[in-house]
């Protein structure tokens, strides 16, 4: 059981280019999210979802898009990368029942823009 | 004003010592009470859960939400050197599992 994967692991971008960060979950949650994160700040939610094709903005979303065509895919597309988008991306996959609740996290695509 | 406050730290204490970490929020409408754990380079993983509010232990961990004040706490009895790690503190709100809003994190060193 993969749970939640990301790729790629690192990845170093100039200035202006685009990129697409993956992730897949493989337990059938239908909340997924991606979260940013950055020294002393915490997780910073990014975009987020509540089932396929259903999106919705997050704290931090200018300069990134989403989509949700499956349950299991919850790409993250950087438009034209800046330094400031340089940081530790995490997705989640989450899920909700009665009382209870847990969100289980990918193992972080590292980012750089120079 | 952000949504969750969160003792920065960093905190270093002796093996054995016990640990408060502590965070506040100020949106009365979430009901989940959340601690995760980040080792270093891993994903946070899911530590403790309170749903609405009380004390919850689990082991030596223990959580505890006072709605009335807005404050969430996690203790940690008899800390071991395994214990240390990033400890994020989060709130979710009751319909939504993609929502989650986190501290900023308080680093937890405990030394041998």
């Known amino acids: 059981n993969a749970g939640v994967t990301q790729t790629p692991k690192f990845q170093v971008l100039k200035t202006g280019q685009s990129m697409t960060l993956q992730c897949a979950q493989d337990m059938n949650h239908e909340y997924m999210s991606w979260y940013r994160q950055d020294p002393g700040m915490g997780l910073r939610l990014i975009h987020y979802s509540v089932g396929a094709g259903i999106t919705d903005q997050g704290e931090v979303p200018n300069g990134y898009n989403v989509s949700r065509s499956t349950t299991e895919d919850f790409p993250l597309r950087l438009l034209s990368a800046a330094p400031s988008q340089t940081s530790v991306y995490f997705c989640?996959?989450?899920?909700?029942?009665?009382?209870?609740?847990?969100?289980?996290f990918g193992q972080g695509t590292r980012l750089t823009v120079v | 004003q952000k949504e969750v406050e969160q003792d920065p730290g960093p905190l270093s204490v002796p093996e054995g010592a016990i640990v408060s970490l502590n965070c506040t929020y100020s949106?009365?409408?979430?009901?989940?009470f959340m601690w995760y754990r980040q080792y270093s380079r891993k994903g946070p993983e899911l530590l403790m859960y309170?749903?609405?509010?009380g004390n919850k232990e689990d082991g030596r961990f223990t959580a505890q939400v006072d709605k009335s004040s807005k404050y969430i706490s996690l203790f940690i009895r008899d800390s071991q050197p395994s214990d240390s790690a990033t400890y994020l503190c989060a709130i979710q709100p009751y319909y939504s599992a993609s929502k989650i809003i986190f501290g900023s994190g308080t680093r937890l060193s405990i030394r041998p």
């Open positions: 989640a996959s989450s899920y909700l029942g009665t009382e209870t609740t847990e969100a289980f």
């Open positions: 949106n009365s409408a979430f009901q989940y």
């Open positions: 309170t749903y609405s509010s």
